[in-house]
């Protein structure tokens, strides 16, 4: 049985047992991506149009759409034996019928909530390398050659935060298993790269005290403070004001603790 697998976390892919599926032109790539977005889901054919031309629809606008999904059709059935995924004419629109783990993003999502999980129960470890596997899944930005051609679907900025959002659920998992030294290049990056995120700098904060470099935690928080003044008008939060203030007086409460050792007054940091 051939296993086909849908990726959208990064340029749009159709693979079959590793090799590349072409799938035809703009249009038929838009199409699909949409309806994997919200795949096991009815799209009112209405949104999907709305998906593709922002209410400015040409004259076959209903007819382009017809013939994406005949093409999409086509392409399934010659490449799925059996076919496991299936697109539905369902009023007032159209069902992608798919196994969620087939669709890279879905399988994120599944990994995250066990990652979750798991690190709610204490098990960071085991959180640090399930939230790994699930950040592994992403190429780059979701469906980035559709955003090459203007699209700029809402639901693409909502997945970025997801990712963003596992980051700092899996560096919580990192820190609580004692990889300070380890996350400090990657916490580095992402607070350039966002750097009115106040969580991913307390984490860096944090990780670069307990690597044993306070004056580089301390210009951290200056940095995301200038940030958020600059761009927001407004101070870092209390909890990030209050981390600053113990880095300064370099208080054992933030020193690192096996999870056998009691608990200080920051280890939650370490635990999300």
């Not at 629109?93 to 994120?108: I, K, T």
């Not at 129960?121 to 592994?136: D, K, P, T, Y």
């Not at 190429?139 to 700029?152: C, F, H, K, V």
């Not at 809402?154 to 004692?178: K, P, Q, V």
Request: aromatic share 6%; hydrophobic share 40%.
């Amino acid at each position: 049985m051939t296993v086909v697998e849908f990726r959208v976390l990064g340029e749009l892919d159709v693979v079959e047992d590793g090799a590349q599926i072409q799938l035809g032109g703009v249009t038929r790539r838009a199409v699909l991506g949409y309806l994997l977005l919200h795949n096991n889901q009815v799209v009112p054919a209405s949104q999907l149009r709305e998906a593709l031309w922002s209410g400015d629809y040409p004259p076959t606008a209903r007819k382009i759409v017809q013939n994406a999904v005949s093409g999409i059709r086509r392409v399934l059935a010659e490449h799925e034996r059996p076919a496991q995924t299936t697109l539905l004419t369902q009023p007032p629109g159209y069902l992608l019928r798919v196994d969620p783990d087939a669709v890279d993003l879905m399988l994120f999502r599944r990994l995250v909530r066990i990652a979750a999980d798991e690190l709610a129960s204490g098990a960071a470890e085991h959180a640090r390398v399930r939230f790994r596997q699930a950040l592994g899944l992403w190429r780059g930005r979701p469906l980035a050659d559709l955003a090459e051609n203007g699209i700029l679907w809402s639901e693409l900025t909502a997945i970025e935060d997801e990712r963003l959002n596992a980051y700092e659920n899996c560096f919580d998992a990192e820190l609580a298993s004692g990889r300070h030294r380890e996350i400090t290049p990657e916490l580095e990056i992402l607070t350039v790269a966002v750097p009115t995120r106040e969580t991913f700098c307390k984490q860096y904060m944090l990780a670069l005290y307990r690597s044993g470099r306070q004056a580089d935690a301390l210009k951290a928080f200056q940095r995301t403070r200038g940030a958020l003044v600059e761009h927001l008008g407004i101070e870092p939060g209390l909890e990030l004001q209050r981390l600053y203030q113990m880095i300064l007086r370099q208080d054992p409460g933030l020193e690192f603790l096996s999870p056998s050792q009691p608990s200080g007054p920051w280890r939650h940091i370490a635990a999300g």
